[in-house]
C-alpha cells in the first residue's frame, strides 16, 4: 500500500494546504480525516489565493478525487459555501468529491454552545474559533451526534434536529442564552443537506480499495500536533486527534497501509489563542514574523503570536507520529533578522529537559537556544536546495540532527512553484 500521511508538528497554521498542494500532483485521492471548517489550508496559485477549510487541498489538481472521512466534523452550510466559491473559479469537483455517511454534522447550535461555554470559562477561555467544532465532538462522544449518513431520510433528520435543538435549549436557558427555533434550524438543515445527499458514500470501503489497487493516497491533516487532545497542551487543544492515529481512525485506514510520513513545520513557531508557547517573543523579531509571514488566521483572521523554532516541541511531534520526512515552510520570513534562535532544551522546576511536558507544568518552562547568524538573501528567486544561503542550511542542517528525520522539502515563499524538494 502506498498511502502519505501529511500532519503537522507545531500549533496548526504551519502551511499544511501549501505543502499537500505541493506533492498532490501525482496523488489519486486525498483524504481528509479530522477537524472540521476550524482548519484553513491557504493554496496560492499565481494571482488566486484558496483557502479551503472542509475540501481537501489535494483538490485543486483536476484529476484528484477527495473523500471528506468519517473523523470530520462536517458544517452542511461552510461545505456548500466553499463548494460555490471554487466553481465560481472554475474547480468543480462533481463526481470526484465524496462524504463519508460515518462522519458527524456541525449544526448551528453547536456555534451557539461553542460561543456560550467561552463566555462561561471567562478568563480560563480556550480561544477557540468557534466554529461549533468543540461542541459537535461532545454531541459525537456522548453518542447524541447526527451522521451525515442520516441526510438520506429528511423527515428523520428534521425530527432529529428538532429533538437536539430542544436538548440544547434547555442549556441555553441555564446559560442566559437565547433560545433556538426549532423548527426553522431544521429546515435550514434539511434544506442545506438536500444538495449534499449525492455526495454522501462509504468512503472507509473507497479509501481501503485505492489502498489496495496501488492508487497513491494522501491523508491530510488538520491543525497540528501539539493540539492534539490527548498529546497536546491540554487543555488548550482542538477536539480531535490530530497525530498519525487520528488520521488513520478517521479515514479507516489501517496502519499497515501508510508507507511515508510527512511533517510539516515552519522554520519559526506561531500560536493563536491561548495556551503555553515558550519560544513566544514579544518583540521586534517576533512582529517582524507576524509582519513578514502574514500572520494572521486564515479561519479567524486573528493576529497569531509569533515566535523562534521550538526543537523540543518539534522532536515530540515527529517522535510520536514516527515521521520519515519534515517539509519545512516560510523559511523566507527568517531572512533579515539579526540572528536566528532555536529551542534545544528547557528548564523546568530548576532542571533542564529535552523532554515536552504535560499540563501545568509547561507554563513554567524557559527555553535554552542555540544561535545562528542571520541571512538577508531573498529568497524568491532559488531554485535549489544547495543554493540557500549557507545560514538557512546551518539552521536546517541542526533540525534535522536534533530531530532524526530529514527536511525534504523547504518552501521560499507562498507560491506553488517556490518550492524545494531535496
Known amino acids: 500500500m502506498a498511502v502519505t500521511a501529511l500532519i503537522g508538528l507545531q500549533w496548526g497554521d504551519e502551511g499544511k494546504g501549501k505543502v499537500v498542494d505541493a506533492v498532490s500532483g ?4 486525498v483524504i481528509r480525516a479530522q477537524g472540521g471548517a476550524n482548519a484553513g489550508h491557504t493554496v496560492k496559485v499565481g494571482d488566486t489565493t484558496r483557502v479551503l477549510h472542509l475540501v481537501p487541498s489535494g483538490m485543486l489538481y483536476p484529476d484528484v478525487v477527495g473523500l471528506i472521512g468519517n473523523g470530520v466534523v462536517l458544517d452542511p452550510f461552510q461545505l456548500i459555501a466553499e463548494l460555490d466559491a471554487l466553481a465560481s473559479s472554475g474547480h468543480v469537483l462533481d463526481g470526484r468529491l465524496w462524504i463519508s455517511d460515518r462522519a458527524h454534522l456541525v449544526l448551528p447550535y453547536h456555534k451557539e454552545m461553542d460561543e ?5 470559562r471567562g478568563g480560563g477561555a480556550i480561544g477557540t474559533t468557534k466554529r461549533g467544532i468543540g461542541p459537535a465532538y461532545m454531541d459525537k462522544a456522548g453518542r447524541v451526534g447526527i451522521r451525515v449518513g442520516e441526510i438520506a431520510d429528511p423527515g428523520a433528520l428534521r425530527e ?4 437536539q435543538v430542544e436538548a440544547k435549549n434547555r442549556l441555553f436557558g441555564a446559560l442566559d442564552v437565547k433560545l433556538m427555533d426549532g423548527a426553522a434550524v431544521a429546515d435550514a438543515v434539511v434544506e442545506a443537506t438536500r444538495r449534499l445527499a449525492p455526495m454522501v458514500t462509504d468512503t472507509v470501503s473507497m479509501a481501503n480499495a485505492a489502498a489496495e489497487q496501488g492508487k497513491e493516497v494522501l491523508i491530510e491533516g488538520a491543525q ?14 482542538t477536539s480531535s486527534n ?4 487520528g488520521l488513520l481512525s478517521g479515514s479507516g485506514l489501517p496502519p499497515r497501509a501508510i508507507g511515508r510520513v510527512v511533517g510539516v513545520a515552519k522554520a519559526y513557531c506561531t500560536r493563536v489563542g491561548a495556551g503555553p508557547f515558550p519560544t513566544e517573543d514579544n518583540g521586534e523579531a517576533g512582529q517582524q514574523m507576524r509582519d513578514k509571514g502574514h500572520e494572521y488566521g486564515s479561519t479567524t483572521g486573528r493576529p497569531r503570536r509569533c515566535g523562534w523554532l521550538d526543537l523540543v516541541a518539534l ?7 514516527g515521521v520519515d520526512e519534515i517539509a519545512l515552510t516560510k523559511s523566507d520570513v527568517l531572512s533579515g533578522q539579526p540572528s536566528i534562535k532555536v529551542a534545544t532544551s528547557y528548564v523546568v522546576d530548576g532542571e533542564e529537559t529535552t523532554d515536552l511536558p504535560a499540563g501545568v507544568r509547561f507554563d513554567g518552562a524557559e527555553p535554552c537556544y542555540a544561535e545562528f547568524p542571520g541571512f538577508d538573501d531573498d529568497l524568491a528567486g532559488v531554485s535549489t536546495f544547495d543554493d540557500l544561503p549557507g545560514a538557512l542550511r546551518d539552521v536546517i542542517a541542526f ?3 536534533a530531530c532524526g528525520a530529514r527536511v525534504a522539502l523547504v518552501s521560499t515563499g507562498p507560491e506553488r512553484d517556490q518550492t524545494l524538494h531535496r
Open 116 to 120: 456560550a461555554l467561552e463566555l462561561l
Open 399 to 401: 533540525v534535522e540532527e
Open 315 to 321: 522532536r515530540f511531534a515527529v517522535r510520536t507520529n
Open 242 to 245: 490530530c497525530h498519525l492515529g
Open 224 to 237: 497540528g500536533s501539539l493540539l492534539d487532545v490527548d498529546l497536546g497542551t491540554y487543555p488548550y487543544v
Open 160 to 163: 432529529r434536529v428538532i429533538e
Open 26 to 29: 501525482s496523488v489519486d485521492v
